[in-house]
């Protein structure tokens, strides 16, 4: 077993198995008091803190309505990551028993302790009904959306480098037709953002800048799943090839594991 592999998860799992933490303290922007009450907890509180908000509302049905609906997804999310936690520290404290003692036996322990993980991460949708994302981050008032970069357009001054050109975006059936992006010499920045969104707007797809500036991509999630396997780009030698080429996003979150220890 490669000592260096190891090293390798057991650092990542030393990052993400605070995970369960993160999505309590860090909620997505816009979430309401009483969701946010509810974090502290979630199981217990949820329908004290329902009638409490149907009393302050006169009893508002389509208000509370949704607000069991959110209570409902924390409360699953609440029950996913704890499973999740418990399966990162089991996983965690075999591959440090590996790391302390090559000689030990815990090959079986840590490909069973991945794929029972990384089975975890699969469901991570279904089991939160749809209010988790790939960041951890609670999404109760939108569509989860998965995040991802492309090569070649990791920021805007990448893609105006490149110049005039017009990409042709393919997804197979994952999209109904195909998409345009015209880019121009001497572009700002707010025209690229405007034509990246014009041209891919109509699939879902969104274009951003990150808090460091990098250029993003997002799509709902449903819809990403569909289409990232199929993604091609068509452009005119420059950002692409005219041929067109296969296009190998780099998505955002904790999506995996490696599935057997080398």
């Known amino acids: ?19 369960y933490s993160r999505a309590r303290l860090n909620p997505a922007p816009g979430r309401n008091a009483t969701a946010r009450a509810h974090d502290a907890n979630p199981v217990e509180g949820g329908s004290a803190e329902a009638r409490q908000a149907a009393r302050a509302t006169g009893g508002n049905g389509g208000f509370n309505l949704q607000l069991n609906q959110q209570l409902s997804s924390m409360q699953a999310t609440d029950r996913y990551l704890g499973d999740l936690a418990e399966h990162l520290s089991a996983l965690k404290l075999s591959i440090s028993r590996q790391l302390s003692s090559p000689f030990s036996n815990e090959r079986e322990a840590i490909s069973k302790g ?19 994302d790939a960041n951890f981050t609670l999404r109760l008032n939108e569509p989860l959306r998965s995040r991802f970069s492309l090569p070649g357009m990791e920021s805007l001054e990448a893609v105006k480098r490149s110049g005039k050109e017009t990409l042709v975006i393919t997804g197979g ?37 990150d808090a460091q500036g990098a250029l993003k991509f997002s799509m709902p999630e449903n819809d990403w799943n569909a289409l990232k396997t199929q993604l091609r780009v068509k452009g005119e030698g ?5 041929t067109g080429s296969q296009v190998n996003p780099k998505e955002e979150g904790l999506l995996g594991f490696p599935g057997k220890p080398g």
């Open 238 to 242: 420059k950002l692409f090839p005219v």
């Open 1 to 19: 077993m490669k000592i260096d592999k190891q090293t390798a998860i057991s650092s990542a799992l030393e990052a993400n198995s605070q995970a």
């Open 173 to 209: 059936r994952a999209l109904q037709e195909p998409l345009a992006v015209v880019l121009d010499d001497g572009m700002s920045d707010e025209q690229l953002l405007r034509n990246l969104n014009a041209g891919l707007g109509s699939a879902g797809i969104r274009a951003e800048l």
């Open 114 to 132: 991945l794929q029972q993980v990384n089975s975890l991460l699969d469901e991570r949708s279904k089991r939160t009904s749809q209010s988790l």
